[in-house]
């Protein structure tokens, strides 16, 4: 091996892993703001999902979580949040940061449930997220 394809290949290697260990995590935000306790991801559940009512189409099908919709999914993906168990992470300063880079049509929503979906998720618990969401309207407790 020539070299020229030993140095590609260790910068290659290097990239990767800074992305992978820093790239996705803080995504720009202060590292104070973003993650709680860390959520292990699991493989997901599709039947059991199915059982329970969601179409889930992969990990990254944020828009299950009610008060998500394809904007919002959107927005969180390009801030470095693309699954359930990332999104479980965050802490409420965390997804206020990124609903405030979206602009103004984004500070209405509320985050303050997203979390606890996104771990219910995460864990295969869509029966224990069905009931959650039964209680939910927008994602708000209801009062």
Known sequence: ????????????????FAYRHFGRRYSGMAASTQVRTPVEPEALD?????????????ADNLEVIEGIGPRIAQLLRQNGVSSFAELATMSQPALRAVLEKGGPRFRIANPGTWPEQAALA?????????ALQDELHGGVRRA
């Not at 091996?1 to 990767?16: D, E, K, R, T, V």
């Open 1 to 16: 091996m020539s070299l020229g394809i030993a140095l590609f290949l260790l910068g290659a290697l290097a990239g990767w």
């Open 46 to 58: 599709y039947a059991a999902a199915r059982a329970a009512g969601f179409v889930v189409c992969g």
């Open 122 to 130: 995460a864990a295969n618990r869509w029966e224990d997220l069905r």
